[in-house]
């Protein structure tokens, strides 16, 4: 592997994805596979200045055979010290690293009954330290790296090095890595262009759009007052970092009651260990009345079901067909690179920086203002197709061709 784009790599998520400032403290979670990158992670935050640097190791071998070996107690709360430790770090204005590189399949034939449970205990354990995250209260970022597992399940073809090689390669593409080129100023003039179609969009103030495409979707999510599009950058108390590396994506929150019709998925989901195919989700009033999968269906309803917000929407995000990403026409079983290769949603909590001033707004204050302002979970599906069309609405009753042809038309 190319030992000068991977410590651009290390760069560019320490300095654009969370942009360490100095005296801050850094969080990176990481399968041990990775601890070659997590090195260069280490080293690169200490260089911009980070007080200090806790690794989380995580292991799919030692995962999995908790999961399926424990007794049914653990997984009905998180661990205190590390409910603790979050906390104390967050109080501290930690920036966090997570490396999304796992085997897509690891958790196949675990119980959906205790995946269902962690997950109630994880959110209502860590409710604290999540909506501190969700309202960028500290920065955070997520990207990815490969493991051999998880090579093979998007290149089964090649041999484990062969696959190994193609994956680095084509992540590094997508984070707009070459062998001469500088990512991190690459990166902030992405940012700067994809911020302006979010920008565009806030300023249409739609009230509604209606999906259509040929393999099933058709649907109308009306928009809240004083809504927000965002794309690339957050910012957490004046500081810009990026949340997901990579991203294409222009996103938003839809009314939590304003949402009517089919759904129908256009890619696979990796959720919870577990590949579920052939997603199709009706919606009456915002909320999902009825729900199908061609496999995996009950580790999928275990999910919706986990509260009463899960049951409804809190992102819709856009993203063209014609896009680095979906180009390449791999299937990355990964939703970090999967949902930034087509639109999608998320059923689950809505970001707050979605609404006006949401950041420092009460949950109250957002269930107010008409978004999904509380669930224990916030999970990505991709819905976008080569002709998906999406016509908006304003609230002067101007109708907009926002998508056309699965790529933007405004």
Partial sequence: MNAKMLWQYARLVVEVGIN????QPV????????????????TAAFDAGASDVHINWRDDYCSRQHWLHAEDAAFDA?????VMKRMELAKKGVGIISIAASDPENLKGVDPERLRRYNSAAG???KEFSRLQMSNAIPWCVVSVPVVSWAKKVFPELDEEAAMERLWEEIFK?????????AVAEWRAHCERIEGYAKRMTE????????KNSIGTDLTVKMPENHMWLAGGDYCKGVKFVANMPTEEVFSAPLRTGVDGTLVAAKPLVLNGNVVEGIRFRFENGRIVDIHADTNEETLRGEVGLDEGS???????????DSPISNSGILFFNTLFDENAACHFAFGEAYPACIKGGDDLSVEELKAAG???ESDTHVDFMVGTADLEIVGKTRDGRLVKVFENGNFAI
């Fill in 174 to 182: 997508s984070v707009r890595i070459t062998e001469d080129g500088d």
């Fill in 20 to 23: 360490v400032q100095k005296g």
């Fill in 311 to 321: 049951h409804y929407l809190g992102e819709i995000a856009l993203v063209p067909y």
């Fill in 371 to 373: 978004i999904n302002a």
């Fill in 124 to 126: 209502r354990d860590l």
């Fill in 27 to 42: 969080m990176i979670n990481c399968p041990v596979e990775s601890a070659a990158f997590a090195r260069m992670l280490t």
């Fill in 78 to 82: 998180v661990a205190p010290w590390e």
């Fill in 204 to 211: 249409y103030d739609f009230a509604e759009l209606h999906y």
